[in-house]
């Protein structure tokens, strides 16, 4: 009698939990399709704010940059941390504390931190040489640093899984170091490789902290504007970006479903 | 038949091929991170040692004024406005984590005991809403809390707020929008916790103990700690460093350590004072990574905790 | 050689040695060390010589230096010192993907990205050869190895001795001058193991190969092979055709590691007569050595008491009914003794009986420890 009492309370608990995390993001979306001006009350739906959207400049560049953001550091750090990866699996005999070490460093710093440092060292840097404008290639940079971690250890984890007989089994069969890369090594961590790929994108879109520091004014990314936007005083255009936004996610959020329970065991 | 030695040279090849093979796999990304991350970082700690000069912009020579400007004194003698900020960092930090434990622990329990085909849609459910950027979580939280709306309404009608001041710009919630975006971080290691509980132990504790409170105390609180530990730490730390929510939650009586950090160098007010903060940051997240260090070992249960 | 695996691409498609290819390769080594770190001693010096188209078995305990010797045919391990040649050429610096030899790994090592098809052509993808020529051999080799109807099948697809099989057509199709086998039977069960000790030896004799052999089993390698070479501790100690190490084992080692338990210290000789624990027998060759060794199914057993030379006087202790044959564990003097007999229609004596043990002088065989 009184487990079942339990189990109730915490039914009830959970689905009031869900709400609690649901309703900012409820509010949002239903505020985009929000008639009026007014962020306190709905007086029917339009998509006004989401034409007004497209017309919107500053908007359109701000998703420009990000894309151009995430694609190009999230390549790179896939190349980077690729080969640390590897390297950390190939040589996991010898003592690699050092590395550890460093791979984790970017993971266990506080955000603001590492906005400050990278900031404090770009300016600096331009300062004396002229280099690293703050900009597009320095946010590349910064979010580079953030994602080589994940990558590393999403490669290192796939060589881990595999049977080291694989590549000896490589070198047997005539494949010279190249084609052992080409042949072998690739197509057999491309599932990680896709996640490793997929991970560094939505970190590189979710950041709002390391970008902030590190951005040029020429270089605002969606979460920037967004910033700027509430700062200034909420437009409902806000609404409508970060609604669409938040249905990105959701898109993301159904595909991994998918994948986990394809996946076998 | 004795083995006298080794002709030096096929081992040796072996080991330089070895060595350079490492060289070129690591090199690239170890050095990125030294030159883009560990030299800026050692640079922002020097800088807090310096002066402040022109622009907010450090020079020589070296001293600890930055360190006694933070603890708030001043040009006009000591004032205790950086001081309140750092208690308020512990204070928020401290009320903030304490909240989601109270609320994740019951959650982890309740996905563990549900179905299993369930368990991963129910966890996903609770991650997803961090997935989105942590700028707009936080501005939900602005439209519900902001004067006018339903729940600001309802506050002021059981006299807890003023009359049209709503739930926002408020401690309250800056202290709201930490439990919001932690909740996630604290479910995950609990629920990894009770899934691998034995449950033969719990079982024997309600034979041993007549109520269910003490049997949960002795069986299941124990075997649970190693998650809840990990979850502390992985909020904790965070959360001290935040900047995002209470600049835009807690207007200017609910600012933190981040802000007061980011202010000395979004305003090139004051970089050595900023890194002097920074500083402080880091000593918390090392002491809480040498806690969870520990507190790991001496459990066993090293949890390998990844978001 | 009708039988053998040739095509009309197979001489093209050769890395060298054009006029060689179809002839098998005979495999030289001398003075092989190798250490692994500072202590670990795997193969202590090293001299082989194994003859073209030879079934060659490295048989010994792990830890021996069998797979170490192996992993340095294939240029997976470099050897600290000495040389090695296949076929004549000296290869000690040929890095293994410019080696013309293949190995079936323990593990199989098949790919699991790709599906059994594209695993047979492996090798030959790496070498060069153009598609057609690919797919021709590849389906040539799995008629075979009879696997035909495997070939579009996903590597999990298969069961463990489907994935034996195409490890085998995988290393075979891409016809190497040297063919290793590292214990690729192991995991196998007892049943599917005879069976396919049986099809790679077929296969060895058909292509007319060079096998090299790891196990640790002697039971396989006494099946299987034209010549065993024992190993323990990283050197060789007796190589020869099964018959003469299961026979005439050169030392203790060899001999229990070949299955034999009746070795007893000689403590004392004259001439041909020689006095063990068991009680005093005439050897025909009483060579060097302390020991003597008595295989089981060398011995007779006569109902009572018999006298005469190398007639012991014994009691049946234990008797192990097997069907085909019996196993004894006799007591004679201060030893216990296993006889095997054969069960020919004869009488088989009971446990509590006293019998006599007889063995016929030239069967006894002196070894040292």
């Not at chain 2, 449950?199 to 069986?219: C, G, K, T, Y």
């Not at chain 2, 933190?256 to 160098?265: D, E, I, S």
């Not at chain 2, 918390?284 to 905790?305: N, P, Q, S």
């Not at chain 3, 179809?22 to 030289?28: F, G, N, T, Y």
Request: glycine share 8%.
């Amino acid at each position: 009698m009184r487990k079942r009492t339990l189990k109730r309370g915490l039914t009830a608990f959970w689905w009031f939990t869900l709400a609690f995390l649901y309703l900012p993001l409820a509010v949002v979306v239903l505020f985009s399709f929000n008639a009026s001006n007014s962020a306190a009350s709905f007086t029917g739906i339009s998509l006004r704010w989401y034409t007004r959207l497209m017309g919107n400049e500053e908007i359109l560049s701000a998703f420009a940059n990000s894309m151009i953001l995430a694609i190009s550091s999230s390549m790179i750090a896939l190349g980077i941390g690729c080969l640390i990866g590897y390297g950390m699996y190939r040589h996991r005999q010898r003592k690699l504390g050092w590395l550890i070490v460093l791979i984790y460093l970017p993971i266990v710093l506080p955000d603001i931190v590492f906005g400050i440092s990278e900031m404090a060292f770009f300016v600096q840097v331009h300062r004396l040489t002229g280099l690293l404008q703050p900009g597009l290639i320095t946010m590349i940079i910064a979010h580079v640093t953030f994602q080589i971690p994940f990558v590393a250890l999403i490669v290192y984890s796939r060589f881990v899984g595999l049977d080291p007989t694989l590549f000896e089994a490589a070198k047997d069969l005539y494949a010279s170091p190249t084609k052992r890369v080409i042949h072998f090594m690739l197509p057999t961590i491309k599932p990680a490789l896709i996640s490793a790929f997929f991970l560094s994108f939505t970190l590189s879109v979710d950041d709002f902290v390391i970008s902030f520091f590190t951005a040029g004014p020429e270089s605002a990314t969606l979460p920037i504007y967004i910033w700027g936007a509430i700062k200034k005083g909420v437009s409902p255009e806000i609404n409508a970006i970060a609604a669409l936004m938040i249905g990105a996610v959701a898109v993301a959020a159904v595909i991994s479903l998918m994948f986990s329970r394809r996946r076998p065991a | 038949m004795a083995y006298t030695g080794v002709t030096p040279s096929a081992r040796s090849r072996g080991m330089v091929r070895e060595a350079r093979h490492l060289l070129f796999t690591v090199a690239p990304g170890a050095s990125w991170i030294v030159i883009f991350l560990v030299l800026p970082a050692a640079y922002l700690m020097g800088v807090a040692f310096m002066t402040n000069g022109p622009y907010g912009l450090p020079q020589m020579p070296l001293s600890l004024e930055s360190f006694r400007r933070l603890a708030g004194f001043g040009f006009l003698g000591w004032s205790p406005g950086n001081l309140y900020t750092l208690l308020r960092s512990l204070w928020q930090t401290l009320v903030s984590t304490g909240l989601v434990v109270l609320v994740a622990y019951p959650i982890a329990y309740y996905i563990s005991t549900c179905r299993e085909t369930w368990r991963p849609i129910m966890l996903l459910l609770v991650v997803v809403p961090s997935w989105t950027n942590q700028v707009i979580r936080t501005f939900g939280w602005m439209n519900l809390l902001a004067p006018g709306t339903p729940l600001s309404e309802l506050a002021e009608s059981l006299g807890l707020i003023a009359p049209n001041m709503g739930l926002y710009p408020s401690n309250f919630a800056v202290t709201l929008g930490l439990v919001y975006n932690f909740l996630p971080f604290m479910v995950l290691p609990l629920y990894a916790a009770f899934e691998k509980l034995d449950i033969a132990q719990v079982e024997a504790a309600q034979d041993l103990f007549a109520s269910p409170v003490r049997a949960f105390w002795h069986a299941v609180f124990p075997q649970t700690l190693p998650g809840l530990l990990a979850g502390i730490v992985l909020v904790a730390i965070p959360a001290f460093g935040m900047y995002v929510i209470p600049e835009l939650l807690g207007g200017g009586k609910g600012m933190m350590l981040g802000n007061l950090v980011a202010n000395q160098f979004a305003g090139g007010a004051n970089w050595p004072l900023g890194a002097a903060g920074a500083i402080l940051m880091l000593i918390a997240t090392f002491i809480g990574l040498f806690v969870m260090r520990r507190i790991g070992k001496r459990l066993g249960g090293g949890e390998e905790v990844v978001i | 050689m009708n039988d053998s695996l040739t095509l009309d691409t197979a001489e093209a498609s050769r890395n060298e040695n054009v006029e060689t290819a179809r002839e098998a390769s005979s495999i030289e080594l001398h003075g092989l060390h190798k250490r692994f770190g500072r202590h670990t001693v795997a193969l202590n010096g090293v001299d082989l010589t194994i003859e073209a188209g030879e079934f060659f078995t490295l048989l010994g305990p792990s830890g021996c230096g069998k797979t170490t010797l192996l992993r340095i045919l294939a240029g997976l391990e470099e050897a600290d010192d000495g040389r090695l040649a296949i076929g004549g050429k000296d290869i000690t610096e040929v890095p293994p993907h410019k080696r013309s030899v293949n190995t079936v790994f323990q593990s199989y090592a098949l790919f699991p990205h790709l599906s059994v098809r594209e695993n047979l052509a492996f090798g030959l993808k790496m070498r060069g050869l153009p598609p057609v020529e690919r797919e021709a051999r590849v389906a040539k080799i799995a008629e075979f190895i009879k696997l035909g109807d495997l070939v579009a099948r996903r590597i999990d697809q298969l069961s463990g001795g489907q994935r034996q099989r195409i490890a085998l057509a995988r290393a075979l199709v891409n016809e190497p001058d040297v063919l290793l086998l590292d214990e690729p039977l192991s995991a196998l069960d007892a049943g599917l193991r005879s069976q396919l000790q049986v099809e790679l030896l077929r296969v060895q004799k058909r292509l007319g190969m060079t096998f090299v052999f790891v196990t640790h089993d002697q039971q396989e390698a006494m099946v299987m092979s034209d010549r065993i070479a024992v190993l323990n501790g990283g050197v060789i100690q007796q190589v020869g055709p099964p018959r003469e190490v299961y026979e005439h084992p050169v030392n203790a080692f060899v001999a229990r590691f070949m299955g034999h338990d009746n070795l007893y210290p000689i403590t004392a000789r004259q001439g041909n007569r020689l006095t063990t624990p068991l009680g005093e027998l005439v050897a025909d060759q009483a060579g060097e050595g302390d020991l003597l060794l008595i295989r089981p199914e060398t011995l007779d057993l006569l109902p009572g008491e018999v006298a005469g030379d190398n007639h012991l006087l014994a009691v049946v202790n234990e008797r192990l009914y097997r069907g085909s044959h019996a196993e004894y564990r006799l007591e004679v003097g201060a030893g216990t003794l296993q006889a095997t007999l054969n069960n020919r229609g004869r009488h088989l004596p009971e446990v509590g009986d006293r019998v006599t043990v007889t063995v016929a002088p030239d069967d006894l065989v002196t070894l040292s420890e």
